[in-house]
């Protein structure tokens, strides 16, 4: 079936090459067919319908919807959360990213493991974890509450919250990284006399920066589209502790609809964005990392 | 400048890296540190360097004590053996690294720099690469640039950690005569460490040998290849046979052979071993009356001018290497399966520690 074939060409023939395995057109293509209906069926058509249920009432009820005082600040809340954890966790990735590549201690493994723990735990028992420890009945809940400070139910606890389920993210996508592109290039600068900061700035930094910024890109969806844990600490206070996923479930709840997809419709967008963001930094770094051989004289 | 380290020792673990090691660099030589891998002659660089901490022991640069000195402040020059270029700058920018990172009131102007960047870069013949990356360089081309980026900060010493232990057969040949020729116009004392004695014996000015975390010995390339000091010098540096026999009022016996060991006046019956080359080994047909060692001719390897001769002895079945003038092979006319007769020309004898 797959034989090579030559085809007569002017006078020149090209041969047709054989194909490794000798899988039908017919595999090929129902292959394909089925992997596109499964993703029509579970992706696509309830994007789809996010957005068709959010604009069933029209435009205007759309943007009053996503206007209304309750609406934005769930926006606001989630935009601010997200601006306080993940920076700290870029800052906690690298550090430990950077500790586990280049240093040998002991405890390496269990710091691996631990980095690792939000990815296996429930988001609600990392919630719970802030209930147990902050909460009116907790370990160190009544001492917070004497001296007047508000951790469970307000935004220190939803950030605390966001903050260990993204962990992750930054510096599982460092380590692997860092530990393949070994540490001569940074004693190479500073024997050339630079200072740590130096090295940092200006070889560690530029070597990583795209694994970097994908890390933090997956962490930012992430922390404003979390869930589980956020709804186990933030109280559920409308207008003050609901982030974007609360505040649509909400309004489900309360049979509001179209407000409900409007809301949803936002965060289906911010995952879109962080999806095209993604592609061009892999682009980005893929295109980088593999540069031509020069060709030239040898001396 | 000269460098010298006092009883340096170092461990990993449980393993000894370095084992009060001390050595002196005298100022503008190129030395080589030379021995097997896990021999220690990196972790000294490294120390040298300020990248390890030594357990004990200190380094002295030009008589000054620079133990607690941090790497970045002893001025020396690096070259790796993966050469370690900054992967996202042009070759151009890292050789200018070492002048940028400088202290402000240090730095050298932009005009300054590029100047320098590309005066060395002429000095190498390579700049026609300035603005290409890394990864665009051949091996050899890339580990000329370290080297070029590790001279830019004009460093007092040179330390290249088996600068071409990852390129190809030819392009190393090439590198190691060109880094000799670099050294003779620049005369900045350099140390160099490497596996492959023959690169050790034909760029440096002195070899120091090292196994096993110890200096074994330290001479030029002609002292260590002579006068091996120690039984492991004598088989590192090229093929060796050993004649295993006993030592007595200073001679030294094996079969029916005889040989002066002075050295040993003192030693009674002790077992002890003579150490020949191939090419110091005589082979002849057995005439009557004449000394020697009965060895079979196992095989013969005739390659430009000299012959190679694979011989197994007739009373253990050892094997001996020897190696004559192919004018002489011819001359004599040997044949594969006859029995010869075998003199060690020139030994050298140890006693044999275990």
């Not at chain 2, 001018?305 to 004018?327: F, H, K, Q, V």
Request: net charge neutral.
């Amino acid at each position: 079936m797959s034989a090579s074939i030559a085809l007569p060409l002017g006078g020149y023939s090209i041969p047709v090459r054989r194909r490794a395995s000798g899988e039908s057109v017919l595999v090929k293509w129902s292959l394909i067919a089925a992997a596109l209906a499964f993703l029509t069926l579970f992706l696509f058509v309830p994007l789809a319908a996010v957005f068709c249920e959010a604009l069933r009432k029209g435009f205007d009820a759309y943007i009053a919807a996503l206007a209304e005082p309750d609406a934005l600040a769930s926006i606001q809340l989630t935009f601010l959360v997200a601006a306080v954890a993940v920076p700290a966790n870029l800052v906690f990735g690298v550090a430990a990213a950077w500790a586990i590549a280049r240093f040998e201690f002991r405890g390496k493994s269990l710091l691996l493991t631990l980095v690792d723990l939000p990815f296996s735990v429930s988001p609600i028992i990392s919630g719970l974890i802030y209930v147990l420890m902050f909460g009116a009945q907790g370990w160190i809940g009544p001492w917070l509450q004497s001296h007047g400070l508000k951790i469970l139910f307000a935004l220190p606890g939803i950030v605390l919250a966001t903050m260990f389920v993204t962990v992750p993210f930054v510096a599982r996508e460092l380590i692997p990284l860092m530990q393949e592109q070994g540490s001569e290039e940074e004693e190479a600068a500073i024997v050339l006399g630079a200072s740590g900061w130096q090295t940092f700035c200006r070889v560690t930094l530029p070597n990583i920066k795209w694994g970097l910024l994908y890390g933090v890109i997956l962490c930012n969806a992430r922390a404003m589209g979390e869930f589980g844990a956020v709804s186990v600490v933030s109280g559920h206070i409308r207008g003050q502790t609901n982030t974007m996923p609360l505040h649509v479930e909400i309004l489900y709840n309360e049979y509001q609809f179209a407000a409900s997809f409007a809301v949803a419709s936002l965060l289906a967008l911010l995952a879109l964005v962080t999806l095209a963001l993604k592609s061009y930094v892999e682009w980005r770094a893929r295109h980088e990392t593999s540069e031509p051989i020069a060709e030239g004289p040898q001396q | 400048m000269s460098i010298e380290v006092r009883n340096v020792s170092k461990r990993f673990g449980h393993f000894t890296a370095l084992d009060n090691v001390s050595l002196d660099f005298p100022t503008g030589e190129l030395v080589a540190l030379l021995g097997p891998s896990g021999c220690g002659k990196t972790t000294l660089l490294r120390i040298i360097a300020g990248l390890e901490t030594a357990e004990s022991g200190s380094v002295l640069f030009h008589g000054e004590d620079a133990t607690e000195r941090e790497a970045r402040e002893r001025r020396v020059g690096f070259v790796f053996q993966h050469y370690a270029l900054f992967r996202h700058m042009t070759v151009f920018e890292n050789i200018a690294f070492g002048l940028r990172v400088k202290p402000r009131r240090e730095r050298p102007g932009e005009e300054a720099i590029r100047d320098k960047v590309m005066s060395l870069l002429q000095l190498v013949q390579l700049d026609w690469l300035a603005d290409r990356y890394p990864s665009q360089l051949s091996g050899g081309q890339r580990q000329r640039i370290a080297l070029v980026r590790a001279l830019a900060v004009e460093p007092k010493v040179l330390l290249l950690d088996e600068p071409f232990g990852a390129l190809d057969a030819k392009v190393r040949k090439e590198l190691r005569r060109w880094l000799r020729r670099l050294h003779d116009e620049i005369h900045v004392t350099s140390i160099f460490v490497t596996h492959d004695q023959e690169e050790a014996l034909e760029v440096a000015d002195r070899v120091v040998l090292m196994n096993r975390g110890r200096v074994e010995q330290i001479g030029t390339s002609e002292e260590v290849y002579e006068h091996p000091a120690t039984p492991f010098v004598y088989g590192f540096l090229g093929s060796v046979n050993l004649f295993h026999g006993r030592a007595h009022d200073g001679v030294m016996r094996f079969g029916n052979i005889a040989l002066q060991a002075p050295e040993y006046n003192n030693a009674e019956n002790a077992p002890a071993v003579a150490y020949t080359r191939p090419h110091e080994i005589e082979v002849g047909r057995s005439a009557p009356g004449e000394l020697g060692i009965s060895a079979r001719l196992k095989r013969a390897l005739v390659v430009g001018p000299s012959a190679r001769l694979e011989l197994e002895r007739e009373d253990d079945a050892g094997i001996i290497e020897a190696e004559i003038p192919s004018d002489l092979y011819r001359s004599l006319a040997l044949r594969e399966g006859e029995t010869l007769l075998v003199r060690p020309r020139k030994t050298k004898v140890f006693l044999d520690a275990a």
